[in-house]
RNA sequence: GCGCCCGUAGCUCAGUCGGUAGAGCAGCUCCCUUUUAAGGAGAUGGUCGUAGGUUCGAUUCCUACCGGGCGCACCA
């Protein structure tokens, strides 16, 4: 059972249901909106999928005033425009198109088409200039008194003893956010454009009267609301929770879809706000959390999970951090993994992941996030190769055109939110850390890989093997022998493959750089002696395997080593070191070395 | 003031119509080694915010309270 199928039980009889959403173009989208759009196309693509007959529509709120300076907007051209109906008002510069409305709305429309949203749109523009709300209009404002009551009783709020349900467009000056309906006599509607009506525009001081059919003027939001109800046929619409209060637009505008038009309204799809970073995303606030900013960033599937993968009364609460995005990944990954590899999805899980579909209709193989995160941090790496490699065969198309959003995506990322800690840095000085942390042993290791590589051809596969033979051939634990490697190159523990990092690197620096640390060699072979009895039970493991075996003496400071060079069939060699401190040590050395060649 | 959401392992969270709790990461123990932003195996870890209630049985439903987040209360 999920949220939608919750929904489907409340859901009235209807020949066909309509989802309807709605924004006002009056700026740049913000990421917020994308909730909406998926919160409604859920249900849709649900409703679909069960036969039922289902559309999904979309209005552009143009016929809105514009109510306050568009962000990133110059104040100087928009002041003027406030007011005036977004429909009304131009454009900015350079823009293709005609009227700022179409401007903002046009690429949020794009969005749609690229998170793979089925969604009819329509335009107040047109609902009200084609006389679809005629009707509503002669309704609403005959009906004014009950309205009026309706608004006190719900939201106790209180409209003046003057107040119609409608404001016309002024006859002098375009406006249509300042004007007041002071009569209807039936067919015609008086009308003041006032200086004062509201605070963030200024009427012309006009009186005029006019008919309120065809586009000549507006209901006011929360009535207009349930005129879309009514006129549109909408019988499923969801709401974010600034409208979803108690006694808020959600309730008031019910109340007179009820009780004015007689209908029942939607069901309702509470949904809560988009957070980022624990702040809510305004579009005010620029285009840092813009919808397009954030389809910019992860691919659409990525982006629908997000959105999709909480039930929609739930806050998302979006961190652009490494963690959190590694994990978003990885989260979809995991269920596209279990669909490549046919393994049985659960319920919730099998929705989830089809609702964030958005074309791909075949198995295709994709690689962790982190990885190509990695990746776009090293220069001259070809990740397609990489990524096959790793899948075992050629990339298809769909694979490629998924890595390339990946890598949009993580360069994305690694311009915008990481910190300087998370991207990766060749460390242009020794680390303070590597300086710190690195005992003798890690040290001594690096300076054997700078005499390693010194004479080798420069390539990936060759630095490989070298690294690996010192760390064989050095009396070291591999993990301590990488997180010394990753130290002082990147100051970090990790990184990526040894060979692969080196190759792009300027020999001369690296051997500088490995061999800058200077070790106490006594300490170095103390630290890296290890038990007789451990190396005869490594001997031991390997007995089949070995080809030939050498010892060699070496006195530091009158402390006695004994190091153990073992050669295996394929020709890597170990060695291991025993550190002696019998009295006679000379007898020692025999007995031990007659001890491991008779193994 | 009113409304909604959340409070579950050290961290981030699942737990979708009640049957004494799961994942990922981190930590720990081992294994693997020219696959080190790797892989494999294992153990550990929670009086499910608090207090009541309903029930044979509550993380789940109800009530109150505490703590955190968001929204509304003018306009959309």
Not at 305 to 324: A, C, G, R
Not at 478 to 491: G, P, R, S, W
Request: net charge negative; proline share 4%.
């Amino acid at each position: 059972m999920s949220w939608l199928d919750d929904l489907q039980k409340k859901l009235p009889e209807a020949q066909m249901h309509i989802l309807n959403d709605a924004k006002s173009p009056s700026g740049v989208p913000h990421v917020g909106s994308l909730r909406g759009i998926l919160a409604h196309d859920a249900p849709y693509r649900f409703l679909k999928e069960k036969g039922v007959p289902v559309k999904y529509i979309y209005g552009s709120d143009d016929y809105d005033p514009l109510d306050e300076i568009p962000g990133g907007q110059s104040a100087e051209v928009y002041e003027k425009y406030l007011g005036v109906p977004l429909c009304n008002v131009p454009a900015p510069p350079g823009s293709a198109h005609k009227d700022i409305a179409m401007h903002y709305i046009s690429d949020f429309f794009k969005i749609f088409e690229e998170i793979g949203v089925d969604a009819e749109k329509y335009y107040m523009r047109d609902i009200y200039r084609n006389g679809t709300f005629n009707e509503a209009i002669d309704i609403v404002l005959k009906n004014v008194e009950k309205i009026r009551k309706i608004y006190y009783d719900v939201s106790h709020s209180e409209r003046s003893p003057h107040w119609y349900p409608f404001q016309a467009v002024c006859d002098k000056c375009g406006r249509i956010g300042t004007t007041e309906v002071i009569d209807y006599d039936g067919k015609e509607v008086t009308y003041i454009c006032k200086e004062d009506l509201v605070k963030w525009a200024k009427g012309c001081g006009h009186t005029g009267k006019k008919s309120p059919f065809d586009g000549n003027g507006k209901m006011p939001f929360k009535v207009e609301w349930a005129s879309k109800w009514k006129y549109l046929g909408v019988t499923i619409e969801g709401a974010g929770s600034d409208h979803n209060t108690k006694g808020g637009s959600r309730d008031v505008a019910s109340a007179i879809c009820s009780q004015v038009f007689g209908q029942r309204p939607p069901t309702n799809i509470p949904y809560s706000f988009f957070i980022l970073g624990g702040a809510k995303m305004s579009s005010s606030k620029g285009i840092g959390a813009s919808a397009r900013a954030m389809t910019n960033f992860l691919p659409p599937e990525i982006l629908r999970f997000l959105m999709l993968n909480s039930k929609p009364k739930s806050e998302v609460n979006f961190e652009p951090t490494e963690k959190y995005i590694v994990k978003l990944f990885n989260d979809f990954d995991k269920l596209h993994d279990k669909v490549l590899n046919n393994q049985e999805l659960e319920e919730y899980e099998k929705l989830v992941y089809e609702l964030s579909q958005v074309h791909y209709k075949e198995k295709y193989f994709t690689v962790e996030f982190s990885l190509i995160l990695t990746l776009v941090q090293l220069p001259h790496i070809d990740i397609y190769k990489e990524v096959a490699k790793r899948k075992g065969s050629e990339l298809t198309e769909i694979e490629k055109e998924n890595i390339n959003q990946r890598i949009k995506a993580a360069k994305f990322w690694l311009e915008n939110f990481a910190t300087e800690e998370e991207k990766m840095y060749l460390q242009a000085k020794m680390p303070k850390d590597a300086e710190e942390k690195l005992d003798n042993v890690q040290r001594a290791f690096l300076h054997k890989v700078a005499t390693y590589i010194e004479n080798i051809n420069w390539t990936e596969e060759d630095l490989q093997k070298a690294v690996f033979a010192a760390v064989r051939t050095t009396p070291i634990q591999q993990a301590n022998a990488f997180t010394a490697f990753y130290k002082v190159l990147l100051n970090k523990d990790k990184g990526p493959k040894a060979g692969n990092l080196l190759a792009y690197l300027d020999k001369q620096f690296i051997i500088e750089r490995f061999t800058e640390l200077k070790y106490d060699n006594l300490k170095y072979y103390i630290e890296s002696a290890t038990e007789l009895a451990e190396i005869e039970e490594w001997l031991n493991k390997e007995a089949d395997k070995i080809s030939t075996i050498s010892t060699h003496k070496e006195i530091i400071e009158n402390n006695y080593f004994l190091d153990i060079n073992v050669t295996l069939k394929d020709e890597k060699s170990f060695i291991k070191r025993l550190h002696i401190n019998d009295v006679d040590t000379e007898k020692t050395f025999e007995e031990i070395r007659k001890k491991i060649f008779t193994k």
